[in-house]
Protein backbone atom coordinates (compact mmCIF):
# COMPACT_ATOMS: atom_id res chain seq x y z
CA UNK A 1 0.00 0.00 0.00
CA UNK A 2 1.79 3.29 -1.07
CA UNK A 3 1.85 5.95 1.58
CA UNK A 4 0.77 8.78 -1.25
CA UNK A 5 -1.53 8.49 -4.33
CA UNK A 6 -1.54 11.31 -7.09
CA UNK A 7 -4.14 10.72 -9.43
CA UNK A 8 -5.07 12.58 -12.85
CA UNK A 9 -3.56 15.84 -11.20
CA UNK A 10 -4.42 19.40 -12.99
CA UNK A 11 -3.51 22.72 -12.47
CA UNK A 12 -3.15 25.84 -14.45
CA UNK A 13 -2.66 29.58 -13.42
CA UNK A 14 -4.25 31.31 -16.32
CA UNK A 15 -6.85 29.50 -17.78
CA UNK A 16 -5.79 28.68 -21.36
CA UNK A 17 -1.79 27.20 -19.92
CA UNK A 18 -1.85 23.98 -18.21
CA UNK A 19 0.86 23.99 -15.60
CA UNK A 20 0.05 20.47 -14.61
CA UNK A 21 -1.56 18.09 -16.91
CA UNK A 22 -2.92 14.54 -16.09
CA UNK A 23 -0.65 13.85 -13.18
CA UNK A 24 -0.35 10.29 -12.13
CA UNK A 25 2.09 8.40 -9.84
CA UNK A 26 2.87 7.32 -6.43
CA UNK A 27 5.22 7.19 -3.61
CA UNK A 28 5.32 4.01 -0.93
CA UNK A 29 7.12 4.39 2.65
CA UNK A 30 10.55 5.36 2.95
CA UNK A 31 11.03 5.81 -1.22
CA UNK A 32 13.72 8.49 -1.96
CA UNK A 33 11.52 9.80 -5.00
CA UNK A 34 13.25 12.22 -7.46
CA UNK A 35 11.57 15.00 -9.60
CA UNK A 36 13.96 16.42 -12.51
CA UNK A 37 12.98 18.45 -15.06
CA UNK A 38 13.36 21.79 -16.94
CA UNK A 39 12.51 24.61 -15.44
CA UNK A 40 8.96 26.24 -15.98
CA UNK A 41 8.15 22.09 -16.46
CA UNK A 42 5.70 22.21 -13.34
CA UNK A 43 7.89 20.76 -10.28
CA UNK A 44 7.43 23.70 -7.77
CA UNK A 45 3.92 23.80 -8.30
CA UNK A 46 3.90 19.57 -8.21
CA UNK A 47 5.16 19.85 -4.94
CA UNK A 48 2.98 22.51 -3.73
CA UNK A 49 -0.29 21.07 -4.93
CA UNK A 50 0.33 18.03 -2.72
CA UNK A 51 0.72 20.22 0.82
CA UNK A 52 -1.90 22.64 -1.20
CA UNK A 53 0.41 25.51 -0.88
CA UNK A 54 -1.47 26.19 -4.45
CA UNK A 55 -4.91 24.60 -5.12
CA UNK A 56 -4.75 22.21 -7.85
CA UNK A 57 -7.67 22.37 -10.03
CA UNK A 58 -9.11 18.77 -10.50
CA UNK A 59 -7.61 15.46 -9.31
CA UNK A 60 -7.04 13.70 -6.14
CA UNK A 61 -4.32 13.15 -4.19
CA UNK A 62 -4.59 10.10 -1.49
CA UNK A 63 -2.21 10.41 1.56
CA UNK A 64 -2.60 7.99 4.61
CA UNK A 65 -6.80 6.76 3.22
CA UNK A 66 -7.48 10.96 3.02
CA UNK A 67 -8.11 13.00 -0.42
CA UNK A 68 -6.07 15.64 0.41
CA UNK A 69 -7.70 18.16 -1.82
CA UNK A 70 -11.03 17.34 0.19
CA UNK A 71 -10.34 18.46 3.52
CA UNK A 72 -10.94 21.76 4.73
CA UNK A 73 -9.19 24.16 7.02
CA UNK A 74 -8.47 22.29 10.51
CA UNK A 75 -8.44 18.97 8.95
CA UNK A 76 -5.84 19.98 6.10
CA UNK A 77 -3.99 21.80 9.23
CA UNK A 78 -3.92 18.66 11.01
CA UNK A 79 -2.76 17.02 7.71
CA UNK A 80 0.12 19.23 6.80
CA UNK A 81 2.02 18.48 10.38
CA UNK A 82 2.22 15.07 8.83
CA UNK A 83 3.78 16.52 5.71
CA UNK A 84 7.04 18.17 6.00
CA UNK A 85 8.59 21.18 3.17
CA UNK A 86 12.16 21.84 2.45
CA UNK A 87 12.84 25.28 0.45
CA UNK A 88 15.56 26.09 -1.53
CA UNK A 89 15.85 29.55 -0.14
CA UNK A 90 15.73 28.10 3.57
CA UNK A 91 12.41 30.22 4.32
CA UNK A 92 13.34 30.59 8.10
CA UNK A 93 12.89 33.36 10.12
CA UNK A 94 15.94 35.33 9.36
CA UNK A 95 16.00 37.71 13.40
CA UNK A 96 15.29 34.52 15.36
CA UNK A 97 17.39 31.63 16.94
CA UNK A 98 17.75 28.49 15.51
CA UNK A 99 16.46 26.79 18.12
CA UNK A 100 13.11 29.03 17.83
CA UNK A 101 12.86 28.28 13.69
CA UNK A 102 13.10 24.62 14.54
CA UNK A 103 10.76 24.59 16.99
CA UNK A 104 7.83 26.40 14.54
CA UNK A 105 7.48 22.89 13.04
CA UNK A 106 5.16 22.08 16.09
CA UNK A 107 2.93 24.67 15.87
CA UNK A 108 0.82 22.35 13.62
CA UNK A 109 0.04 20.40 16.68
CA UNK A 110 -0.55 23.35 19.09
CA UNK A 111 -3.93 25.71 19.67
CA UNK A 112 -4.02 28.98 18.53
CA UNK A 113 -3.24 30.51 22.20
CA UNK A 114 0.05 28.07 22.53
CA UNK A 115 1.44 28.92 19.44
CA UNK A 116 1.14 32.69 19.81
CA UNK A 117 2.95 32.55 23.34
CA UNK A 118 5.03 30.00 22.03
CA UNK A 119 4.59 27.45 25.06
CA UNK A 120 6.84 24.56 24.16
CA UNK A 121 6.80 21.25 26.01
CA UNK A 122 10.60 20.53 27.91
CA UNK A 123 9.77 17.34 25.62
CA UNK A 124 9.50 19.25 22.67
CA UNK A 125 12.64 20.94 23.24
CA UNK A 126 15.36 18.33 24.19
CA UNK A 127 13.97 16.48 20.60
CA UNK A 128 14.97 20.10 18.94
CA UNK A 129 18.03 19.37 20.62
CA UNK A 130 17.99 16.30 19.92
CA UNK A 131 17.62 16.70 15.74
CA UNK A 132 20.20 19.87 15.87
CA UNK A 133 22.57 17.27 17.36
CA UNK A 134 21.79 14.62 14.49
CA UNK A 135 22.91 17.27 11.52
CA UNK A 136 25.57 18.55 13.74
CA UNK A 137 25.22 22.12 14.16
CA UNK A 138 23.47 21.95 17.70
CA UNK A 139 26.33 24.27 18.31
CA UNK A 140 24.92 27.05 16.69
CA UNK A 141 21.22 26.61 18.77
CA UNK A 142 21.24 30.01 20.06
CA UNK A 143 22.26 31.99 17.58
CA UNK A 144 20.54 34.33 14.59
CA UNK A 145 19.48 32.58 11.89
CA UNK A 146 21.20 35.08 9.43
CA UNK A 147 24.59 34.60 10.92
CA UNK A 148 24.60 31.10 9.33
CA UNK A 149 25.76 29.80 6.19
CA UNK A 150 23.44 28.62 3.30
CA UNK A 151 24.40 24.74 4.30
CA UNK A 152 23.76 25.14 7.59
CA UNK A 153 20.54 27.38 7.29
CA UNK A 154 19.39 24.17 4.97
CA UNK A 155 20.27 22.16 8.03
CA UNK A 156 18.12 23.83 10.11
CA UNK A 157 15.10 23.81 7.67
CA UNK A 158 15.43 20.12 7.61
CA UNK A 159 15.08 19.89 11.59
CA UNK A 160 12.23 22.29 11.40
CA UNK A 161 10.74 19.37 8.77
CA UNK A 162 11.70 16.73 11.20
CA UNK A 163 10.26 17.73 14.29
CA UNK A 164 6.90 17.49 12.91
CA UNK A 165 7.20 13.50 13.16
CA UNK A 166 6.25 13.86 9.41
CA UNK A 167 5.58 10.79 7.23
CA UNK A 168 6.45 12.95 3.98
CA UNK A 169 9.28 15.19 3.38
CA UNK A 170 9.04 17.80 -0.04
CA UNK A 171 11.78 19.17 -0.84
CA UNK A 172 11.91 21.52 -3.03
CA UNK A 173 15.14 21.96 -4.83
CA UNK A 174 17.37 21.79 -1.56
CA UNK A 175 20.36 21.94 -3.19
CA UNK A 176 20.00 24.97 -5.88
CA UNK A 177 21.66 27.36 -3.85
CA UNK A 178 24.18 25.35 -2.08
CA UNK A 179 28.10 24.81 -3.04
CA UNK A 180 29.55 21.34 -4.25
CA UNK A 181 30.54 19.87 -0.43
CA UNK A 182 27.36 21.25 0.98
CA UNK A 183 25.01 20.13 -1.19
CA UNK A 184 26.48 16.29 -0.61
CA UNK A 185 26.20 16.87 3.37
CA UNK A 186 22.56 17.63 2.50
CA UNK A 187 21.52 14.84 0.32
CA UNK A 188 23.08 12.72 2.26
CA UNK A 189 21.18 13.73 5.13
CA UNK A 190 17.89 13.57 3.56
CA UNK A 191 19.62 9.87 2.14
CA UNK A 192 19.73 8.78 5.67
CA UNK A 193 15.98 10.21 6.56
CA UNK A 194 14.46 8.09 3.99
CA UNK A 195 16.38 4.62 4.93
CA UNK A 196 16.46 5.25 8.47
CA UNK A 197 13.67 7.04 9.62
CA UNK A 198 11.29 5.33 7.02
CA UNK A 199 10.46 8.96 6.38
CA UNK A 200 9.03 9.58 2.35
CA UNK A 201 11.19 11.81 0.53
CA UNK A 202 10.58 13.49 -2.62
CA UNK A 203 12.70 16.01 -3.91
CA UNK A 204 12.70 18.22 -6.80
CA UNK A 205 16.41 18.54 -8.13
CA UNK A 206 18.34 20.10 -11.08
CA UNK A 207 21.11 17.57 -11.20
CA UNK A 208 19.99 14.55 -12.73
CA UNK A 209 23.34 12.72 -11.74
CA UNK A 210 22.58 13.63 -8.23
CA UNK A 211 18.83 12.54 -8.18
CA UNK A 212 20.42 9.05 -9.96
CA UNK A 213 22.47 8.36 -7.28
CA UNK A 214 20.46 9.27 -4.75
CA UNK A 215 17.06 7.97 -5.78
CA UNK A 216 15.20 4.88 -5.50
CA UNK A 217 13.27 6.06 -8.67
CA UNK A 218 12.87 9.36 -10.26
CA UNK A 219 10.13 10.86 -12.46
CA UNK A 220 10.70 13.46 -15.06
CA UNK A 221 8.48 15.60 -15.45
CA UNK A 222 8.08 18.43 -19.26
CA UNK A 223 5.74 20.83 -19.70
CA UNK A 224 3.60 19.48 -16.96
CA UNK A 225 3.37 16.18 -18.08
CA UNK A 226 5.33 12.65 -16.47
CA UNK A 227 7.32 11.95 -19.39
CA UNK A 228 9.62 9.46 -17.05
CA UNK A 229 9.05 7.08 -14.17
CA UNK A 230 10.85 4.54 -13.22
CA UNK A 231 14.34 4.04 -11.45
CA UNK A 232 17.40 5.47 -11.74
CA UNK A 233 18.89 2.86 -13.80
CA UNK A 234 15.88 3.32 -16.05
CA UNK A 235 17.11 6.80 -17.18
CA UNK A 236 19.29 6.37 -19.81
CA UNK A 237 20.18 9.04 -23.07
CA UNK A 238 16.50 8.54 -24.66
CA UNK A 239 14.87 9.56 -21.59
CA UNK A 240 17.09 12.34 -20.70
CA UNK A 241 16.35 13.61 -24.21
CA UNK A 242 12.23 13.59 -23.74
CA UNK A 243 12.81 15.00 -20.00
CA UNK A 244 14.70 17.88 -21.36
CA UNK A 245 14.54 18.27 -24.78
CA UNK A 246 18.48 17.86 -25.73
CA UNK A 247 21.29 14.79 -25.64
CA UNK A 248 22.74 14.74 -22.31
CA UNK A 249 26.43 16.04 -23.72
CA UNK A 250 24.40 19.23 -24.10
CA UNK A 251 23.83 19.76 -20.28
CA UNK A 252 25.13 19.95 -17.32
CA UNK A 253 24.63 17.03 -15.25
CA UNK A 254 26.84 17.06 -12.25
CA UNK B 1 19.75 50.08 -41.46
CA UNK B 2 18.89 50.90 -37.71
CA UNK B 3 17.03 48.18 -36.18
CA UNK B 4 13.31 48.22 -35.56
CA UNK B 5 13.31 49.29 -32.00
CA UNK B 6 15.96 52.28 -32.05
CA UNK B 7 14.09 55.79 -31.87
CA UNK B 8 15.98 58.77 -33.36
CA UNK B 9 14.86 62.52 -32.85
CA UNK B 10 13.86 64.79 -35.74
CA UNK B 11 17.53 65.91 -36.82
CA UNK B 12 18.65 62.58 -36.92
CA UNK B 13 20.05 61.72 -33.34
CA UNK B 14 19.42 58.31 -31.53
CA UNK B 15 17.45 58.92 -28.32
CA UNK B 16 18.80 57.31 -25.23
CA UNK B 17 15.41 58.49 -23.00
CA UNK B 18 12.37 56.72 -23.13
CA UNK B 19 8.78 58.14 -22.64
CA UNK B 20 9.02 61.27 -24.71
CA UNK B 21 5.91 62.40 -24.00
CA UNK B 22 6.48 62.00 -20.41
CA UNK B 23 9.37 64.51 -20.74
CA UNK B 24 7.30 66.90 -22.98
CA UNK B 25 4.50 67.45 -20.30
CA UNK B 26 6.65 68.26 -17.55
CA UNK B 27 8.60 70.55 -19.22
CA UNK B 28 5.36 72.11 -20.58
CA UNK B 29 3.99 72.40 -16.93
CA UNK B 30 7.37 74.23 -15.63
CA UNK B 31 7.23 76.85 -18.45
CA UNK B 32 3.68 77.88 -17.72
CA UNK B 33 4.21 77.70 -13.72
CA UNK B 34 7.11 80.17 -14.56
CA UNK B 35 4.80 82.22 -16.72
CA UNK B 36 2.20 82.27 -14.25
CA UNK B 37 4.75 83.17 -11.12
CA UNK B 38 5.90 86.13 -13.39
CA UNK B 39 2.62 87.65 -14.49
CA UNK B 40 1.43 87.22 -11.21
CA UNK B 41 3.68 89.34 -9.69
CA UNK B 42 2.31 92.01 -12.28
CA UNK B 43 -1.19 91.96 -10.93
CA UNK B 44 -0.63 91.91 -6.95
CA UNK B 45 -2.41 95.27 -5.23
CA UNK B 46 0.78 97.07 -3.75
CA UNK B 47 -1.21 99.78 -2.19
CA UNK B 48 0.30 100.94 1.62
CA UNK B 49 3.23 98.53 1.21
CA UNK B 50 6.60 100.45 2.02
CA UNK B 51 8.77 97.49 1.45
CA UNK B 52 11.98 98.94 3.53
CA UNK B 53 9.71 99.96 6.32
CA UNK B 54 7.93 96.44 6.23
CA UNK B 55 11.30 94.43 6.39
CA UNK B 56 12.96 96.52 9.21
CA UNK B 57 9.60 96.11 11.74
CA UNK B 58 9.61 92.10 10.77
CA UNK B 59 13.71 92.34 11.63
CA UNK B 60 12.69 94.14 14.92
CA UNK B 61 9.94 92.15 16.19
CA UNK B 62 12.06 88.70 15.04
CA UNK B 63 14.73 90.16 17.29
CA UNK B 64 12.23 90.38 20.17
CA UNK B 65 10.89 87.41 20.38
CA UNK B 66 14.14 85.36 19.47
CA UNK B 67 16.61 87.27 21.01
CA UNK B 68 14.94 88.19 24.31
CA UNK B 69 12.25 85.89 25.30
CA UNK B 70 11.16 85.61 28.65
CA UNK B 71 8.20 84.48 30.49
CA UNK B 72 5.45 87.15 31.57
CA UNK B 73 2.15 85.67 31.84
CA UNK B 74 3.46 82.12 34.05
CA UNK B 75 5.90 80.87 35.93
CA UNK B 76 8.76 77.87 34.58
CA UNK B 77 7.33 75.29 36.70
CA UNK B 78 3.93 76.42 34.71
CA UNK B 79 5.95 76.22 31.11
CA UNK B 80 7.18 72.73 32.01
CA UNK B 81 3.77 71.39 33.09
CA UNK B 82 2.18 72.51 30.17
CA UNK B 83 5.21 71.01 28.00
CA UNK B 84 4.01 67.67 29.27
CA UNK B 85 0.53 68.19 29.21
CA UNK B 86 1.38 68.21 25.63
CA UNK B 87 3.51 65.30 25.12
CA UNK B 88 0.87 63.44 27.12
CA UNK B 89 -2.12 64.27 24.36
CA UNK B 90 0.82 63.29 21.86
CA UNK B 91 1.39 60.11 23.51
CA UNK B 92 -1.82 58.44 24.36
CA UNK B 93 -3.09 59.40 20.48
CA UNK B 94 0.11 57.61 19.10
CA UNK B 95 0.45 54.81 21.73
CA UNK B 96 -3.24 53.63 21.19
CA UNK B 97 -3.25 54.79 17.84
CA UNK B 98 -0.56 52.17 17.53
CA UNK B 99 -2.03 49.03 18.56
CA UNK B 100 -5.43 49.83 16.86
CA UNK B 101 -3.57 50.35 13.27
CA UNK B 102 -1.33 47.05 14.26
CA UNK B 103 -4.59 45.26 14.10
CA UNK B 104 -6.47 47.08 11.24
CA UNK B 105 -2.56 46.71 9.13
CA UNK B 106 -3.04 42.42 9.52
CA UNK B 107 -6.16 42.55 7.85
CA UNK B 108 -5.56 44.73 5.62
CA UNK B 109 -1.72 43.21 4.38
CA UNK B 110 -2.55 41.49 0.81
CA UNK B 111 -0.41 38.96 1.65
CA UNK B 112 -1.99 37.99 5.45
CA UNK B 113 -5.67 38.95 4.79
CA UNK B 114 -8.72 38.32 2.83
CA UNK B 115 -8.98 40.21 -1.01
CA UNK B 116 -11.91 42.20 0.13
CA UNK B 117 -11.00 42.82 3.57
CA UNK B 118 -7.98 44.11 2.57
CA UNK B 119 -9.14 46.53 -0.11
CA UNK B 120 -12.11 47.91 1.74
CA UNK B 121 -9.61 48.85 4.59
CA UNK B 122 -7.19 50.56 2.90
CA UNK B 123 -10.29 52.65 0.74
CA UNK B 124 -11.75 53.52 4.37
CA UNK B 125 -8.19 55.00 5.75
CA UNK B 126 -7.28 56.12 2.52
CA UNK B 127 -10.45 58.57 3.19
CA UNK B 128 -9.42 59.37 6.76
CA UNK B 129 -5.61 60.50 5.31
CA UNK B 130 -7.21 62.51 3.15
CA UNK B 131 -8.98 64.56 5.61
CA UNK B 132 -6.38 66.98 7.52
CA UNK B 133 -6.24 66.25 11.31
CA UNK B 134 -7.40 69.60 12.45
CA UNK B 135 -10.80 69.04 10.57
CA UNK B 136 -11.09 65.79 12.02
CA UNK B 137 -10.48 67.46 15.33
CA UNK B 138 -13.45 69.77 14.85
CA UNK B 139 -16.20 67.35 13.85
CA UNK B 140 -15.00 65.49 17.00
CA UNK B 141 -15.65 68.54 19.15
CA UNK B 142 -19.26 68.39 17.64
CA UNK B 143 -20.12 65.28 20.07
CA UNK B 144 -17.06 65.33 22.44
CA UNK B 145 -17.15 70.04 22.61
CA UNK B 146 -13.95 71.64 22.39
CA UNK B 147 -10.90 70.53 24.34
CA UNK B 148 -9.01 67.67 25.40
CA UNK B 149 -11.15 64.71 24.58
CA UNK B 150 -11.43 65.89 21.02
CA UNK B 151 -8.24 66.88 20.22
CA UNK B 152 -7.13 63.07 20.82
CA UNK B 153 -10.19 61.72 19.48
CA UNK B 154 -9.17 63.61 16.07
CA UNK B 155 -5.11 62.76 16.49
CA UNK B 156 -6.40 59.38 17.27
CA UNK B 157 -8.20 58.93 14.29
CA UNK B 158 -5.69 60.15 11.79
CA UNK B 159 -2.77 58.45 13.10
CA UNK B 160 -4.49 55.10 13.01
CA UNK B 161 -4.93 56.51 9.20
CA UNK B 162 -1.54 56.99 8.53
CA UNK B 163 -0.25 54.26 10.58
CA UNK B 164 -2.59 51.06 8.56
CA UNK B 165 -1.20 52.39 5.58
CA UNK B 166 2.63 52.64 6.81
CA UNK B 167 2.16 48.75 9.45
CA UNK B 168 0.43 47.19 6.41
CA UNK B 169 2.84 48.02 3.82
CA UNK B 170 6.11 46.57 5.98
CA UNK B 171 3.96 43.42 6.45
CA UNK B 172 3.59 43.09 2.61
CA UNK B 173 7.56 42.97 2.21
CA UNK B 174 8.00 40.10 4.76
CA UNK B 175 9.84 37.38 2.42
CA UNK B 176 6.28 35.67 1.04
CA UNK B 177 9.17 32.44 1.91
CA UNK B 178 8.66 32.59 5.15
CA UNK B 179 4.52 32.61 5.49
CA UNK B 180 4.58 29.46 3.07
CA UNK B 181 7.06 27.80 4.99
CA UNK B 182 5.13 27.99 8.39
CA UNK B 183 1.84 27.41 6.47
CA UNK B 184 3.43 24.06 5.26
CA UNK B 185 4.27 23.44 8.73
CA UNK B 186 0.48 23.51 9.94
CA UNK B 187 0.70 26.54 11.58
CA UNK B 188 -2.44 28.66 12.29
CA UNK B 189 -3.08 32.06 10.80
CA UNK B 190 -1.73 33.54 13.97
CA UNK B 191 1.04 31.63 14.92
CA UNK B 192 2.45 32.89 11.60
CA UNK B 193 1.75 36.51 12.73
CA UNK B 194 3.61 36.32 16.05
CA UNK B 195 6.58 34.03 15.02
CA UNK B 196 7.42 34.97 11.60
CA UNK B 197 5.82 38.34 10.66
CA UNK B 198 6.09 39.86 13.97
CA UNK B 199 9.43 39.61 14.75
CA UNK B 200 10.87 40.58 10.87
CA UNK B 201 9.13 43.78 10.85
CA UNK B 202 9.15 45.04 14.27
CA UNK B 203 11.77 47.93 13.68
CA UNK B 204 9.74 49.06 10.85
CA UNK B 205 6.70 48.98 13.36
CA UNK B 206 8.31 51.20 15.63
CA UNK B 207 10.45 53.33 13.56
CA UNK B 208 7.53 54.47 11.85
CA UNK B 209 5.39 54.69 15.46
CA UNK B 210 8.29 57.02 16.64
CA UNK B 211 7.92 58.83 13.24
CA UNK B 212 4.35 59.10 13.63
CA UNK B 213 4.69 60.10 17.64
CA UNK B 214 6.55 63.40 16.33
CA UNK B 215 4.47 64.13 14.20
CA UNK B 216 1.98 64.07 16.87
CA UNK B 217 3.64 66.21 19.16
CA UNK B 218 3.83 69.18 16.69
CA UNK B 219 0.05 68.77 15.63
CA UNK B 220 -0.60 68.51 19.58
CA UNK B 221 0.67 72.05 19.50
CA UNK B 222 -1.32 72.93 16.95
CA UNK B 223 -4.71 71.80 18.90
CA UNK B 224 -3.86 73.08 21.98
CA UNK B 225 -4.80 76.46 20.38
CA UNK B 226 -6.76 75.56 17.38
CA UNK B 227 -9.34 73.10 20.04
CA UNK B 228 -8.48 74.24 22.93
CA UNK B 229 -7.30 71.13 24.05
CA UNK B 230 -4.53 72.97 26.52
CA UNK B 231 -0.97 72.52 26.86
CA UNK B 232 1.98 74.99 25.77
CA UNK B 233 -0.20 75.35 22.39
CA UNK B 234 -2.48 76.90 24.14
CA UNK B 235 -0.46 79.51 25.98
CA UNK B 236 1.22 79.99 22.32
CA UNK B 237 -1.95 81.29 21.25
CA UNK B 238 -2.78 83.77 24.60
CA UNK B 239 0.76 85.06 24.19
CA UNK B 240 0.49 86.16 20.56
CA UNK B 241 -3.53 86.23 20.00
CA UNK B 242 -4.22 87.92 23.21
CA UNK B 243 -1.31 89.49 25.18
CA UNK B 244 0.69 90.54 21.94
CA UNK B 245 3.75 89.29 23.98
CA UNK B 246 6.72 88.81 21.21
CA UNK B 247 8.95 87.80 23.97
CA UNK B 248 6.84 85.09 25.40
CA UNK B 249 6.20 83.81 22.10
CA UNK B 250 9.94 83.59 21.95
CA UNK B 251 10.33 81.64 24.63
CA UNK B 252 7.34 79.06 23.94
CA UNK B 253 9.01 78.80 20.60
CA UNK B 254 12.13 77.79 21.84
CA UNK B 255 10.59 75.50 24.15
CA UNK B 256 8.66 73.61 21.94
CA UNK B 257 12.29 73.54 19.66
CA UNK B 258 14.10 71.87 22.55
CA UNK B 259 11.49 69.03 22.95
CA UNK B 260 11.17 68.48 19.52
CA UNK B 261 15.10 68.36 19.69
CA UNK B 262 15.12 65.70 22.57
CA UNK B 263 12.35 63.60 21.04
CA UNK B 264 14.23 63.69 17.87
CA UNK B 265 17.93 62.66 19.77
CA UNK B 266 16.09 59.96 21.83
CA UNK B 267 14.50 58.21 19.11
CA UNK B 268 17.65 57.94 16.74
CA UNK B 269 19.51 56.94 20.08
CA UNK B 270 16.91 54.08 20.81
CA UNK B 271 16.71 53.14 17.62
CA UNK B 272 20.55 52.58 17.44
CA UNK B 273 20.66 50.78 20.36
CA UNK B 274 18.06 48.70 20.50
CA UNK B 275 17.32 47.71 16.75
CA UNK B 276 20.30 47.85 14.96
CA UNK B 277 20.56 44.50 13.09
Known amino acids: ?254 | MDSVYLKRDKAGRINIKAGNRVNSVINWTVLSLTLLTVTAFLFFDYTGLEIGRAIMETAVNLRTMFLQPSLNHFSWGEALFQVGVTISLAVIATILGAVIAFFLALWSAVNLANKWVSKSIKIFVAFIRAVPTVLWVLIFAIAAGLGSEAAILGMLFHSIAYLVKAFSEAFEEVDKGMLEALRSTGSGWWHTIVHAVLPSTSTYLLSWTFLRFEINFSVAVAMGAAAGAGGIGFELFMASGFYFDLREVGFITYAILLVAIVLEVASTHLKKRYFSS
Open chain 1, 1 to 254: MSLLQVKDLNKSYQTDTKVLKNINFSAGTGEFLSVIGPSGAGKSTLLRCINRLVQADKGEILFGGQDLLKLRKKELRAARTNIGMIFQHYNLVPRLTVIENVLHGRFGYKSTLQGVLGRFSEEEKERAFYLLEKLGIEAHAYKRCDQLSGGQQQRVGICRALIQNPKLILCDEPIASLDPHSSKVIMDHLKSISEEMGITCIVNLHQVEVAQSYSDRIIGLNNGSIVFDGSNFQLDQLYIKRVYGMETRELITV
